[in-house]
C-alpha cells in the first residue's frame, strides 16, 4: 500500500488554529447535542404507556382468514394491504378515552371495531389520499369499547423499511406524547430537513460558476436536492398527485441520493488535492483523488445512471404500484449501503493520507456517515426509527460550508502571501535599480570631476603656471625690478581669481560672468584713470557657455583690455554684451585710443595669443584698429 | 605707540577700533598695517584661531575682519557669535578670492561686507571705511549668486521666504550682478546711490533672516526641533 507515500500533499494551507479548534468543537457539539436529543424523542416514540400487541391475526386483503403474525415481521408488507385482527382488553376497555396508536405510518389505517368501521379512510373507501409514514391515535368509542371486542386495524403500505411496528392500546391520553414524539421524527423533522435540503441545493447550484470547484458544487446541490425530493416523497400528508407519483418522487430522491453521494464524495476527496505523481492503478479508483477527466466521466455516469433508474423506476411503478414499490425500495437500501461503504473508504482513505486538517469536514463527514449506516442498523435490524441521518442533515450543511470557507480563506491567504513575495520581490528589485542607477551617476560624475581637473589643470598651465614659472626665470636671472614682479604676482592672483570667478558664474549666465569681470578690470581702468563705459544688455540664460568658455572670454577680454591700456592711452574703455540677429551674442571691448598696426610684431603675440583661444570655443574673433581706437568683437552662439 | 597716540590726539571722534582674526602671520601683518595706516581706525587685537578669536571679542571690538578658514574651525560661526553678541559691530569677511560662495554664506551668517586679501592698502581702508559708514559692498558675482539662492531656495521649499526681496531689490540685485556700479545702478533706476545701498542693506539682513528661517525649517524637518500643539 504505496498510496499516502507517492502521494504529494495538498497545498492549500488550513485555517488559523485558534478558529478552528473551537468552531470545530462547537459544530461537532450542536450534532451530538442535536442527536442526543433527537435520541431522546425517539426513546420518548418507543415508551409507549399502553398494552403493547405484539402477537396479532393477519391477514392479507381481501377475504383470506387471519393467521397468526407476529410484529413486527419484514415481511408484513411485502403485499399490501393488510388487515389485523385482536380483541380489546379490559383496562383498555375501562379506559376513560380508550386509544389505538398505530405506531408506524399510516395516515390511511382504519379501525373497526366489532365490524364497524370507527376511525380512518383506508382502501375501503377508495384510494388512500396518501400512503406516507404517519403514526396515527385513534378514538375506540366509549360505547363500543367493552372488553373482548373485535378490533380490526387495516393498513396500506406504501413504502418503508418494509415492516410494521407493534400497536398500542390505552389511555388516549397517556398515548399521546408518544404520538407527538412519533409525529416530530416522521414528519415535522423531515420537513425540516427538506428544507435545509432545498437551501442548500439552491446554494450550490447558484454558487457553482462563482466558487470555482464545479463537479463538487452541482454533485453536493445535487445531492441536497435528492435529500429534499425523498421528503417531498414522503412528508406531505395530502399532495396534490397520487400516491404512486409520490412514490415515484421518493425513489427518484433516493436513486438520487445513493448516486451523487458517491459523485460528491470522489469530488471532495480529489478536487484539493494535487495530481498524482504516478500512473493510476486500478485500485486507486477506490483510495486516492480521481483525476479531473474522470470526475467528469462520473459525473456524466452519474446523469446517466440517474436518468435509466428513473426510467426504470417509473416502468416498475407501472405494474402493481404497491409491492414493485417495496421491491424497488429494497434493492435502493442495499445500493444505498454500498455507497455508502464505497465514500467511508474513500474518507477514510482521504484523512489517512491528508491527516485531519480540517475539522469541519472531518467530523462532518464521519459523523453523517456514520450516521447513515447507524439509522439502516436501527431501522432495518431492531426495528425502531433511524435519527442520527435526521441530526446529521441538520449540521452537515453548515459544517461544509465553514470548511469551504476555510478552503477559500486558506487561498486568499496563500494569494495575499504570493503578493507579499511579489512585493517583496519588487521592492528589492527596486533598490537595486536604484543603486545601480546611484552608482551610475557616481561614475558620471567621477568622469565630470576627472573632465573638469584635466581643464583646470589646462586652465593653470595655460595662464598661473607660465606666470609664475617666467617671474621664477626671470627672478633667477636677476632681471626682474621690483615693480615688475609685484605686477606680475598680481597678475597671476588676477588669474586666479578669474579662475574662481570662471568657475562660479559657469551656470549659463554670461551677463554674470561679465559682471564679475568687471571687478577685475575696474581697478586698473581706475589706476590709469580711463572711464570704463559698461553697456551689458541682460541676455538671459546662456547654457552652451560654461566654465570653460567662461574663463577663455575672460582672458581673451583681459588680453584686448591690457593692450588698450598699454598701447592706446585711452580715455574711455567700452564693454558691450547684447544678442545678435542669429541668436548669438557678440561682446565687444572698445577704446578710444591710438589704435594699433595689426601688423606690427609688438602686438602680434597678443593677437595671436586671443585667436587661439577664440578658436578653442568656436567663437569668432574681429578686431579693427583705425585712428578711432580699437574695436575687439567676440561672437559665438549662447 | 607714539604714533597712534598721536592719531588719537589729532581726531576729534574716537578711532573705531579693528579685531583681526586672520591665522596667515603674512596676511595678518597686512591687514594691520591697513588699519595702522587708516587715520580713523585702529587694532584691538589680533587672533589666528577660532579659540583666540573668542577672546577677542570680548574686548568689545567696532570692527571684526576675519578669514574663513581658521586652523580650529570655520570663522562662519565665530560671525555668527559676534553678531549674536555685539548687535552693532561691523563685520568684514577677508577673502583671497572674494568667492561668491563663501561670502553670500559669511552675509547669511551675518557679515556685514568682505575685503579682498592682497588688496591695496587704500582701497581695502576704503572698503572698511564703507561699512563703517553703514554702506554695503557688493560684488557682481556675489549679487549674481544671492539671486540664484534665493531663486533655489524658493524652488526647494516650495514656500515663501520668510522675508522675500521686494521687486526693487530684486531689479537692483540683477543690475549689480551684471557689473554695474552703485552710481550706475542709481542712474538707470532715477534713484539716489544712498537707496541703492540702503536696498543691498535690506538684502543683507533678508539673506541672514531667511538663512536663520531657513535653518529653523530644516531642523522642523529633521525633526530637531518639535513644536508643542
Not at chain 1, 549 to 560: G, H, V
Not at chain 1, 621 to 626: E, G, P, S
Not at chain 2, 171 to 196: C, M, N, Q, W
Request: overall charge neutral; charged content about 20%; hydrophobic content about 50%.
Amino acid at each position: 500500500m504505496d498510496g499516502p507515500a507517492d502521494y504529494q500533499r495538498s497545498m492549500t494551507p488550513p485555517m488559523p488554529s485558534q478558529v478552528r479548534w473551537p468552531a470545530a468543537a462547537a459544530i461537532l457539539m450542536l450534532l451530538v447535542v442535536c442527536w442526543g436529543g433527537l435520541l431522546f424523542v425517539n426513546a420518548l416514540a418507543e415508551n409507549v404507556s399502553g398494552r403493547r400487541v405484539v402477537e396479532m391475526l393477519a391477514s392479507d386483503l381481501p377475504g383470506d382468514a387471519f393467521v397468526a403474525r407476529t410484529l413486527p415481521h419484514w415481511h408484513c408488507c411485502a403485499t399490501t394491504p393488510m388487515r389485523f385482527r385482536t380483541t380489546l382488553d379490559v383496562e383498555t376497555a375501562n379506559a376513560r378515552d380508550p386509544a389505538v396508536l398505530i405506531v408506524s405510518a399510516h395516515d390511511n389505517a382504519r379501525l373497526f371495531v366489532d365490524g364497524e368501521l370507527v376511525a380512518g379512510d383506508g382502501p375501503g373507501a377508495g384510494d388512500p389520499t396518501n400512503w406516507s409514514r404517519r403514526p396515527r391515535l385513534l378514538h375506540i368509542p366509549k360505547p363500543l369499547a367493552r372488553a373482548g371486542a373485535l378490533i380490526e386495524i387495516e393498513v396500506q403500505r406504501g413504502v418503508g423499511f418494509g415492516h410494521l411496528r407493534p400497536i398500542y392500546f390505552g389511555e388516549y391520553d397517556r398515548l399521546y406524547p408518544s404520538y407527538t414524539a412519533l409525529h416530530f421524527l416522521r414528519a415535522d423533522l423531515q420537513a425540516a430537513n427538506g428544507i435545509i435540503g432545498a437551501f442548500v441545493a439552491a446554494f450550490c447550484f447558484a454558487g457553482a460558476s462563482l466558487l470555482g470547484a464545479r463537479g463538487l458544487m452541482y454533485s453536493l446541490g445535487g445531492l441536497a436536492a435528492s435529500w429534499s425530493l425523498q421528503v417531498l416523497g414522503l412528508a406531505p400528508s395530502d399532495p396534490p398527485w397520487s400516491g404512486v407519483v409520490a412514490n415515484g418522487i421518493y425513489f427518484t430522491g433516493y436513486l438520487g441520493t445513493n448516486v451523487l453521494l458517491i459523485w460528491f464524495f470522489v469530488e471532495w476527496t480529489s478536487v484539493f488535492a494535487d495530481k498524482l505523481s504516478r500512473p493510476p492503478r486500478p485500485l486507486d479508483l477506490l483510495l486516492l483523488p480521481w483525476p479531473r477527466q474522470s470526475r467528469r466521466r462520473l459525473a456524466i455516469v452519474s446523469v446517466v445512471v440517474l436518468a435509466a433508474g428513473v426510467a426504470a423506476i417509473a416502468l416498475m411503478l407501472r405494474g402493481d404500484a404497491a409491492i414493485s414499490s417495496q421491491d424497488v425500495d429494497r434493492v435502493l437500501g442495499w445500493l444505498g449501503l454500498a455507497a455508502i461503504a464505497f465514500c467511508l473508504v474513500r474518507v477514510v482513505a482521504y484523512y489517512r493520507r491528508n491527516g485531519f486538517r480540517d475539522l469541519f469536514e472531518a467530523s462532518a463527514f464521519l459523523f453523517v456517515l456514520i450516521a447513515a449506516v447507524a439509522d439502516i442498523v436501527m431501522v432495518r435490524f431492531f426495528f425502531i426509527y433511524g435519527v442520527s441521518l435526521g441530526a446529521a442533515v441538520m449540521f452537515f450543511p453548515l459544517a461544509l460550508l465553514l470548511s469551504l470557507a476555510a478552503r477559500a480563506r486558506g487561498v486568499f491567504e496563500a494569494a495575499t502571501a504570493t503578493a507579499e513575495k511579489l512585493n517583496l520581490l519588487v521592492a528589492a528589485r527596486e533598490r537595486e535599480i536604484l543603486d545601480a542607477m546611484e552608482e551610475l551617476r557616481r561614475n558620471e560624475r567621477a568622469a565630470m570631476l576627472l573632465e573638469e581637473r584635466g581643464r583646470i589643470m589646462r586652465d593653470m598651465h595655460d595662464g598661473i603656471g607660465g606666470q609664475l614659472l617666467g617671474l621664477l626665470l626671470q627672478a633667477r636671472s636677476q632681471k626682474l625690478s621690483e615693480t615688475a614682479l609685484v605686477s606680475g604676482l598680481e597678475q597671476s592672483l588676477d588669474d586666479l581669481r578669474m579662475v574662481v570667478d570662471s568657475l562660479e558664474q559657469g551656470e549659463g549666465s554670461l551677463t554674470g560672468a561679465l559682471g564679475a569681470f568687471r571687478s577685475r578690470i575696474e581697478p586698473r581702468c581706475e589706476a590709469a584713470d580711463v572711464e570704463l563705459a559698461w553697456q551689458i544688455e541682460d541676455v538671459g540664460v546662456t547654457p552652451n557657455i560654461g566654465p570653460d568658455k567662461t574663463l577663455q572670454i575672460y582672458r581673451i577680454l583681459l588680453e584686448a583690455c591690457t593692450n588698450a591700456l598699454r598701447h592706446g592711452r585711452p580715455r574711455r574703455i567700452g564693454v558691450s554684451l547684447h544678442r545678435d540677429a542669429a541668436g548669438g551674442v557678440e561682446i565687444a571691448l572698445t577704446d578710444d585710443g591710438a589704435g594699433f598696426d595689426l601688423g606690427a610684431p609688438l602686438s602680434g603675440h597678443g593677437l595671436a595669443n586671443m585667436q587661439t583661444r577664440a578658436d578653442r570655443i568656436g567663437a569668432f574673433l574681429r578686431v579693427t584698429a583705425d585712428a578711432n581706437g580699437t574695436r575687439v568683437t567676440l561672437s559665438l552662439a549662447a | 605707540m607714539w604714533r597712534r597716540i598721536g592719531y588719537r590726539l589729532s581726531q576729534a571722534s574716537p578711532r573705531a577700533r579693528v579685531a583681526i582674526v586672520e591665522d596667515d602671520a603674512i596676511l595678518r601683518e597686512d591687514l594691520a598695517r591697513i588699519v595702522r595706516q587708516a587715520s580713523e581706525l585702529e587694532v584691538a587685537g589680533m587672533a589666528e584661531s577660532l579659540a583666540d578669536g573668542r577672546d577677542l571679542l570680548a574686548t568689545n571690538p567696532d570692527v571684526l575682519l576675519i578669514d574663513l578658514a581658521l586652523p580650529d574651525g570655520s570663522g562662519i560661526d565665530l560671525i555668527g557669535e559676534a553678531r549674536a553678541r555685539h548687535a552693532g559691530i561691523k563685520i568684514i569677511v577677508v577673502s583671497i578670492f572674494g568667492d561668491a560662495r563663501s561670502v553670500v554664506r559669511a552675509i547669511e551668517a551675518g557679515a556685514d561686507g568682505y575685503l579682498l586679501k592682497g588688496a591695496d592698502p587704500v582701497e581695502a581702508a576704503g572698503a572698511i571705511r564703507i561699512v563703517l559708514q553703514g554702506g554695503a559692498p557688493i560684488s557682481p558675482a556675489v549679487a549674481s549668486h544671492i539671486l540664484t539662492r534665493m531663486r533655489d531656495r524658493r524652488g526647494a521649499t516650495r514656500e515663501e521666504l520668510s522675508a522675500p526681496l521686494t521687486e526693487k531689490e530684486v531689479a537692483v540685485l540683477t543690475d549689480l550682478a551684471k557689473g554695474f556700479r552703485y552710481k550706475e545702478v542709481a542712474r538707470l533706476h532715477a534713484i539716489s546711490p544712498h537707496t541703492v545701498a540702503d536696498h543691498v542693506k535690506s538684502i543683507y539682513r533678508k539673506l541672514a533672516v531667511n538663512s536663520r528661517s531657513e535653518a529653523v525649517f530644516e531642523a522642523v524637518q529633521a525633526g530637531l526641533i518639535r513644536f508643542d500643539e
